[in-house]
């Protein structure tokens, strides 16, 4: 079964740099999302992205971050400056169609030191 | 802002026990999914609900959606060890965009 696909696993970082999560969405499908987990909090909504640009972001999703599809596979998540609030698991999902639901990868672990 | 609130937080049964699990909002949801997570891994979809009213089933799993689809719940009869997990509810509201909004997970340990 197709599924969505995430690098890395875990991501060491130390605080103030930059970081690229990846993401491999289902091929078929048109529309990524990227959500954050802080451990023991609820799933939260960061941005969605459809036809090469943001369609929705949350007030989390500030100016440090920024999301590109660079090719025909990737969709990425940029964070430029982190902070040690950035620690979290950082979800991607992807739908075909708006209002579908949605496949989500294992996540990536960020750790900020 | 839509919330979405589920309960219990945490559940712990004896194998065979039945149990269910509520997802509640003030708000109408286009559509509420269930999702399954384990430790270290990403929600697996269990099952979408849109209609009031509307149930469903996946095996010993049964799925409600209210009818002014403000709320649902999640029902398993006799419980299975393998059923302990995470269970995440989470709906979407067209009029505000595609994002999810998620309930902070119900916690299910069944003990053997």
């Known amino acids: 079964e197709p599924e969505v696909t995430q690098t890395p696993s875990h991501q060491v970082t130390q605080m103030g740099q930059e970081v690229i999560l990846r993401c491999v969405p289902i091929?078929?499908?048109?529309?990524f999302y990227w959500y954050r987990q802080i451990l023991g909090q609820k799933v939260e909504f960061l941005v969605s992205?459809?036809?090469?640009?943001?369609?929705?972001k949350s007030e989390i999703f500030d100016d440090q971050f920024s999301v590109e599809r660079p090719d025909g596979s990737n969709f990425t998540l940029k964070i430029r400056s982190t902070k040690l609030e950035d620690s979290a698991m950082y979800f991607c999902?992807?739908?075909?169609?708006?209002?579908?639901?949605?496949?989500f990868g294992d996540g990536t672990r960020l750790s900020i030191l | 802002t839509q919330l979405l609130e589920q309960s219990p937080q945490f559940l712990s049964i004896q194998e065979g026990e039945n149990l269910t699990v509520y997802c509640n909002s003030s708000?109408?949801?286009?559509?509420l999914q269930w999702y399954r997570q384990e430790p270290g891994e990403g929600p697996v979809l269990l099952v979408t609900?849109?209609?009031?009213?509307e149930v469903k089933k996946l095996k010993r799993l049964t799925f409600q959606f209210g009818d002014a689809r403000k709320d649902s719940s999640l029902h398993i009869t006799a419980a299975q060890t393998g059923d302990t997990g995470l269970y995440l509810c989470a709906g979407i509201d067209m009029e505000y965009g595609n994002k999810l909004v998620f309930g902070a997970g119900t916690i299910l340990r069944v003990k053997s």
């Open positions: 708000s109408v949801f286009s559509s």
């Open positions: 999902a992807s739908t075909p169609t708006g209002g579908q639901p949605q496949h």
């Open positions: 992205f459809y036809n090469n640009e943001i369609s929705e």
């Open positions: 609900v849109v209609t009031g009213g």
């Open positions: 091929s078929n499908h048109l529309y």
